[in-house]
């Protein structure tokens, strides 16, 4: 089954204490990107990739990593997370051509205490 | 400043009736637009998409109008089922539909009542 697969679902953690979310996808897509869904404020992208070794900032990567040494894999790193970033956290991907439409994963809830 | 506007965050209409989303843009460099549906739970997934060369994109019950003077799109669903209950994202891509730059709107959220 053609899938984006991030884990873990849920997450609790304190300020300070490092953290990787991983997210994998089968469907051999050059461009993977990280989101974040905050109340009020709709989703918002943090990094994206265009292709291996390849990355580049969204509208809020503050506070964030990513690395891109395989085609399937896009972890989203916290070195140091804080309470602003406890929010719900989508990855997708899809095929760089025009109009190849996004696939999300299922989300990571994260909460920062 | 948002650019992807959705300024109704929540709708509620009876089943076979219609159901009208709307959303606003600011960025007149946006030329492809899109509409996502997210249950709870779930990520988002693709429902339509619009062209800026178009002005209507059609898929069985959903229909999304573009109206580029006015900056303007529209998600309309005919008949509405009790299963389109969810939040519907609107969001503008500039850069000819590739989604590396797509803009999301803060969504709303459809009732669709039996």
């Known amino acids: 089954e053609a899938q984006v697969t991030q884990n873990p679902r849920y997450l609790i953690t304190v300020t300070g204490k490092k953290l990787t979310v991983t997210c994998s996808q089968n469907m051999n897509h050059e461009y993977m990107s990280w989101y974040r869904q905050d109340p009020g404020l709709g989703l918002r992208q943090i990094y994206y990739s265009m292709n291996v070794e390849v990355t580049d900032k969204g509208d809020v990567p503050e506070g964030y990593k990513v690395s891109r040494k395989e085609k399937r894999n896009f972890p989203l790193i916290l070195e140091s997370p804080s309470p602003n970033q406890t929010s719900l956290y989508f990855c997708?991907?899809?095929?760089?051509?025009?109009?190849?439409?996004?696939?999300f994963g299922n989300g990571t809830r994260l909460t920062v205490t | 400043d948002q650019q992807v506007k959705q300024n109704s965050p929540s709708l509620s209409v009876q089943e076979g009736r219609i159901s009208i989303l709307n959303c606003d843009y600011t960025?007149?460099?946006?030329?492809?637009f899109l509409w996502y549906k997210k249950y709870p739970a779930e990520g988002p997934t693709f429902l339509i998409s619009?062209?800026?060369?178009?002005d209507k994109n059609e898929d069985g019950r959903f229909t999304v109008f573009l109206n580029k003077s006015a900056k303007h799109l529209s998600l309309h669903i005919v008949p509405s089922q009790p299963g389109d209950s969810a939040v519907y994202f609107c969001?503008?891509?500039?850069?000819?539909?590739?989604?590396?730059?797509?803009?999301f709107g803060k969504g709303t959220l459809l009732t669709v009542n039996p």
């Open positions: 997708a991907s899809s095929f760089l051509t025009s109009s190849s439409p996004l696939h």
């Open positions: 969001a503008a891509s500039g850069v000819g539909g590739s989604n590396y730059k797509l803009t």
């Open positions: 960025n007149s460099m946006f030329d492809y």
């Open positions: 619009i062209s800026s060369i178009k």
